[in-house]
């Protein structure tokens, strides 16, 4: 009997391996070591309940190009979120996710939009570079993300964001079960970081391109960058003529024929103080954006010289930062992120005297029902991502800067062995790794040397 117990207990034992080796490997099984066996990403979308309001790419010459880079589907959804994650069950907003796929067993780049989605494009070259499925997450109270706290703001929070970027990865990794990074570029890099931050496990690398991270509500760091470091001494000299000239005179200077021009326009007249904040952001706009000196000497010369044309670009900015698409982003500054100061006392002979007010920057920005907001101010979150997060991260980190952009002067002064810092001595605010123009392929290079460490493509 002992003989026959034990044939038959290890009979069992071996047939329970087997079922377990099976199921371990099964690629039936979602979330396991390989993809599961769908025909189609639409096929895989209808088994996620959360999703709704799946639409294929409209747009026939996008489909051609993202065809001739080995996208297979493309598809905008509405994913339902809840309105707090600290209370599920309670009210939900539907949030906007897009997916550009080229195949189940390949790694999947997380776009963590800090601001509207803006279409069916290739965020990066990264999911160029690793052959990667791109799903991009656009941020909630941006664009058609809009939920009911959007008229007094509760949930607009670092931590309510990352959850929502989590519930996303959570529902789609059964389907993409690879390897995973998230990406993004200015606010959506800092998105990128700060999900890592509240969610260290989720990402196998988390990557930031020209992010800042300021930790006062007026950080003048980045003015102080912005005023002495960035392109070279002739170009920061061109760039403060172009400001004294635009503050000659205070109130009856420029700024007087600008409110005028606006007002024959239709548009609203800037109080002074915003028109200093665009001023000084006009010069910023020029070194941000346009990656070549030519460029930028050319139209700083040509605001000094034409009155008019430096009128018409103070206003382009004026509305700009006005769209309403993007007025959470004031929110977000008054609420927890913070917002630069362009070292204005750096023209305090030519700012006394006037109605300019630094510390009305961002009320000016918002509506007056906002302001509440700016008495609010919480640095917590910025500040342990600054002083802790950067130097003892358990998930790997890689922030790109590039020195000519002024928003170089929010990057960490010390971080931790988790964490590469590159800086790319030429090109502008974005994150262009595959055109030498932008990048030198030595910094291209390293990044992709340090990026497939942790995702192989």
């Not at 990794?173 to 970081?193: N, Y």
Request: glycine content about 6%; aromatic content about 14%; some cysteine.
């Amino acid at each position: 009997m002992k003989t026959k117990f034990y044939n038959l207990s290890f009979a069992a034992i071996l047939l329970w391996s087997v079922l377990l080796i099976y199921s371990c490997g099964n690629t039936d099984i979602p979330g396991g070591d390989t993809p599961p066996h769908y025909a189609t990403l639409k096929e895989a979308l209808q088994d996620i309940p959360l999703i709704s309001k799946v639409k294929e790419n409209p747009d026939t010459a996008t489909m051609k190009k993202q065809a001739e880079l080995n996208y297979k589907e493309q598809y905008s959804m509405m994913f339902t979120q809840d309105l707090n994650h600290d209370d599920e069950g309670g009210e939900g907003f539907e949030q906007r996710v897009c997916i550009m796929f080229r195949g189940f067993d390949r790694p999947t780049i997380l776009v963590t939009e800090g601001y509207n989605w803006h279409g069916f494009y290739d965020a990066s070259d990264l999911g160029i570079n690793l052959n990667a499925n791109m799903v991009h997450v656009e941020h909630r109270n941006y664009g058609k993300s809009y939920n009911q706290d959007q008229h007094h703001w509760k949930y607009q929070t670092i931590a309510q964001a990352s959850a929502d970027i989590h519930a996303v990865y959570e529902a789609l990794k059964p389907i993409f079960p690879g390897k995973w990074l998230s990406t993004g570029t200015s606010k959506s890099g800092e998105t990128s970081i700060l999900y890592a931050y509240h969610y260290p496990y989720d990402m196998n690398l988390a990557i930031s391109f020209c992010s800042p991270f300021l930790d006062e509500l007026y950080d003048e760091d980045f003015g102080r960058y912005f005023m002495n470091e960035i392109s070279t001494e002739e170009n920061r000299a061109l760039m403060k003529r172009m400001i004294r000239l635009g503050l000659t005179d205070g109130e009856n200077g420029v700024y007087k024929d600008l409110c005028r021009t606006m007002e024959t326009r239709g548009e609203k007249v800037p109080t002074y103080t915003e028109y200093v904040f665009n001023l000084f952001d006009t010069g910023c706009q020029i070194f941000q954006y346009k990656a070549f000196d030519s460029v930028r000497v050319e139209m700083l010369e040509k605001m000094i010289a034409d009155k008019d044309y430096m009128i018409s670009q103070i206003i382009d900015n004026t509305i700009g930062n006005r769209d309403p698409d993007s007025y959470s982003y004031w929110i977000d500054a008054a609420k927890e992120q913070g917002s630069p100061d362009y070292y204005y006392k750096d023209f305090a002979d030519l700012l006394e005297g006037t109605s300019f007010k630094a510390d009305d920057v961002l009320a000016d920005e918002m509506n007056e029902s906002d302001r509440y907001l700016l008495n609010e101010y919480d640095n917590m979150e910025y500040s342990n991502v600054i002083n802790n997060f950067f130097v003892n991260t358990t998930c790997p980190l890689l922030l790109y800067y590039v020195h000519d952009d002024p928003w170089t002067g929010g990057k960490p002064s010390t971080v931790g062995s988790n964490v590469k810092v590159v800086i790319n001595p030429i090109g502008c605010h974005s994150s262009i790794l595959n055109n030498p123009n932008y990048c030198p392929p030595a910094i291209k290079q390293e990044v992709m040397d340090y990026v497939t460490t942790y995702i192989q493509p």
